[in-house]
């Protein structure tokens, strides 16, 4: 009878798990620079406070525990949309301003892997890593913004500089992949390819030689300003594939539907997916 009393009380522990919302957001020349400084392209338009203050509450709105975050230009500036009272912010060493980087819900503990520097190529954007710990179980995240130019067109055929180089940053990934792959970690990559990996696209079909890979935004279409396949994506390898949960995968859309507000918000919405890590 003790035996049973015993196993009764245990039952409940069984299966018990963290839930984690996990999201990526290009924030598109998030900056406090003005116009007319010589580090920003002329066709960049800076953002008013109110401008802040309405991206500030769409991060609100989200209410991620980690964000991959995409074109932001340092600490400060991501802080105005990610409090540091709520959230830890990680961004990596590079000396550009369209840096990418991870924010961290507080309450959640992680240590910072060094810059994936590969990625950058020289003058592109390092990819963030961080391993998250949560649970039992360790997760680790890389966060990336690939190069930008070569969306939809076939690799192998591919002409032009663009897709040159990120032709090149593909190897790169699939290595940071194969080596979460031998060390038996789950792990996430999530972040802006600017791919949109839809059919038996190389890019994709090269990560998952690296490593089983599960794709949040498999076969959808993004209804952000419009009806448009993903170029934002959210991989799973490892134990992660099976601790993200089906069907929840949510584009938190802007209530802003003028094209020209684009410049104020950002041409890419957040992308969230939701995992389910064992305790």
Request: proline share 5%; net charge neutral; hydrophobic share 45%.
């Amino acid at each position: 009878m003790r035996l049973l009393i015993l196993l009764i009380f245990l039952l409940p522990l069984r299966g018990h798990a963290t839930e984690l919302k996990v999201a990526t957001w290009n924030l598109d020349w998030l900056t406090t620079r003005q116009a007319g400084d010589r580090a920003l392209p002329l066709d960049v338009v800076p953002r008013s406070a109110g401008d802040f203050d309405l991206l500030a509450a769409y991060a609100q709105d989200l209410n991620a525990d980690v964000v991959a975050i995409e074109e932001v230009d340092g600490w400060a500036v991501a802080a105005k949309l990610f409090p540091r009272d709520r959230y830890s912010i990680h961004l990596t060493r590079d000396h550009v301003l369209q840096r990418v980087g991870i924010a961290v819900r507080r309450g959640l503990r992680y240590d910072a892997n060094p810059d994936v520097t590969g990625l950058s190529l020289g003058h592109l954007r390092s990819g963030a890593d961080i391993t998250l710990h949560a649970g039992t179980a360790d997760l680790r995240i890389l966060a990336i913004h690939l190069k930008k130019g070569c969306r939809d067109k076939p690799l192998q055929k591919a002409r032009g500089q663009a897709c040159a180089e990120l032709v090149s940053q593909i190897p790169l990934l699939a290595e940071w992949i194969a080596a979460r792959r031998q060390e038996g970690v789950a792990f996430l990559v999530l972040g802006d390819f600017n791919r949109s990996m839809d059919g038996k696209d190389a890019l994709i079909a090269s990560l998952r030689q690296a490593a089983p890979l599960a794709r949040a935004t498999e076969g959808r279409s993004s209804p952000c300003w419009g009806n448009e396949s993903f170029i934002d994506h959210i991989l799973a390898g490892g134990a992660a594939a099976e601790w993200m949960q089906p069907d929840t995968l949510r584009v938190l859309t802007f209530r802003e539907t003028d094209p020209v507000l684009k410049d104020r918000l950002s041409d890419h919405c957040p992308v969230s997916v939701r995992l389910s890590v064992p305790d």
